[in-house]
């Protein structure tokens, strides 16, 4: 047996204690000014990209559409855990009600589901543009795009939910003092009576199994982009495309590795990398791609990055036509 039953006779705590980064209070007030600027680059920019598709009618292509939602699900992201990271950092406000602590875990796990999903999609989407340019409508209907991502919601919560039910009806009788800056659920589990480890091995397999299919599939799509790209005879063809997938993969590795880390690192022992490094990179790997997703991803396609000029423009003319 794993370990002992769950005594639902426990009384849960009221509160949790987020700790923040353990070992680096010194730096909290450094960390808050340095997550205040990236979360509202993330929220001007992401907010910049979904105003900008939502109202532009000659941008509704499956890329365009994807790259809207992404948009919304960083914010959400990175909103889920930001504001009150930064609480604790600046002010040492720490606490969390028992229901806001499990409201955060699942949303942070889910948006993080959808969100590998949704980088699956996009790369099958630039797949199909450059490698079936002729057969692009024929495949990605709107009927495909729907399937596509009802699919990623649906993976997300089937996968969420039993997580965030395992963690929540553990037993706890000891210290509510979570030692990290958000509700992960690890560091919460670690928390309870009972043996822990059900649950963490239900993360492990499901994330290895998520991760695992959308990292070798969305791999798998760049390989045969660049084949196609390196077999036209244009070099400023192959340079562009070299530029533009060698951005995209670098932010997937600040997504994926920094993640992937939080996840098997506990399993491989504590001295494989210190607590206050683990605790880090989880943070900054729910909020360095939302603030950069948009500039990659968004900014670097023309159509968006011309849309977003003209707004800023007419913007600016506006106000300066109401201020004489």
Not at 8 to 34: D, K, N
Not at 110 to 119: C, I, K
Request: hydrophobic share 50%; proline share 5%.
């Amino acid at each position: 047996m794993l370990g002992l039953p769950y005594n639902h006779t426990t009384e849960a705590p009221a509160t949790f204690i987020l700790v923040g980064i353990p070992g680096l209070q010194s730096s909290h007030l450094w960390l808050a000014v340095s997550l205040s600027i990236m979360y509202t680059t993330a929220l001007l920019a992401n907010t910049l990209i979904v105003t900008i598709i939502w109202m532009d009618s000659t941008l509704q292509e499956p890329m365009y559409c994807f790259l809207c939602v992404l948009a919304a699900v960083d914010m959400v992201m990175a909103s889920s855990v930001v504001p009150n990271m930064v609480s604790i950092f600046s002010s040492g406000d720490n606490t969390i009600s028992f229901n806001a602590c499990f409201t955060q875990m699942y949303l942070v796990h889910a948006a993080t589901a959808v969100e590998s999903g949704l980088l699956l999609a996009m790369a099958f989407d630039r797949y199909v543009a450059i490698c079936k340019p002729l057969h692009y409508k024929r495949i990605l209907t709107p009927r495909v795009m729907l399937g596509i991502s009802v699919t990623i919601t649906i993976r997300a919560t089937v996968f969420m939910t039993p997580l965030s039910w395992m963690v929540s009806h553990l037993p706890f009788c000891g210290s509510n003092m979570v030692l990290h800056s958000y509700c992960e659920h690890i560091a919460v589990a670690k928390l309870a009576c009972a043996d822990p480890r059900p649950s963490s091995l239900y993360s492990l397999i499901g994330t290895s199994i998520i991760v695992g299919s959308d990292v070798a599939f969305i791999a798998a799509s760049y390989i045969l982009i660049l084949q196609a790209v390196f077999s036209l005879s244009s070099k400023n063809a192959q340079l562009k495309a070299l530029s533009t997938c060698g951005s995209h993969v670098g932010v997937m590795a600040l997504y994926y590795l920094p993640g992937m880390a939080s996840i098997y690192v506990p399993w491989l022992g504590k001295d494989i990398m210190p607590v206050h490094i683990q605790v880090l990179l989880a943070d900054l790997y729910l909020i360095i791609p939302p603030t950069l997703n948009p500039i990659i991803y968004g900014l670097r396609i023309k159509q968006i990055r011309n849309r977003t000029w003209s707004l800023l423009m007419h913007c600016l003319f506006k106000h300066s036509n109401l201020g004489s």
